[in-house]
């Protein structure tokens, strides 16, 4: 047995549940946020089978498009005490998926 974990863009997180949840797998949504930029996503979890884990990333991956959308203002990524020496990118590139596969040794029901 596999947990797929997928932190997802909040914009998709929807359509990536309703595609999973369809397709009869179980799915755990957990709002979440970015580290740096501290934009809004969904960390998703989803148990399956060693032979389902391909076709559920398929359907993650379907239902996640990249895209580029301003940056948030500069108050909202750090405070301002800590505002990191860096040129503050414009634009950025959101969406998509981070997803991480961990191989369950024990899972119960209770």
């Known amino acids: 047995m596999d947990l797929i974990l997928a932190i997802v863009s909040e914009d998709d997180a ?18 979440t946020a970015s580290g ?3 934009m809004p996503n969904v960390t998703l979890l989803v148990g399956v089978e060693d032979d389902q884990t391909d076709e559920a990333v398929k359907i993650i991956r379907a239902n996640c498009r990249p895209h580029i959308e301003p940056a948030p203002p ?5 405070p301002e005490e ?3 020496p860096l040129p503050r990118p414009k634009e ?7 997803i991480f596969i ?9």
């Open 92 to 98: 950025v590139e959101v969406g998509g998926a981070v």
């Open 74 to 78: 500069l108050s909202l990524a750090w």
């Open 14 to 31: 929807t359509g990536v549940v309703d595609a999973l949840t369809a397709s009869g797998y179980g799915v755990t949504r957990i709002n």
């Open 36 to 38: 740096l930029l501290k």
């Open 102 to 110: 961990l191989e369950v040794k024990r899972c119960e029901h209770l």
């Open 82 to 84: 800590h505002v990191p």
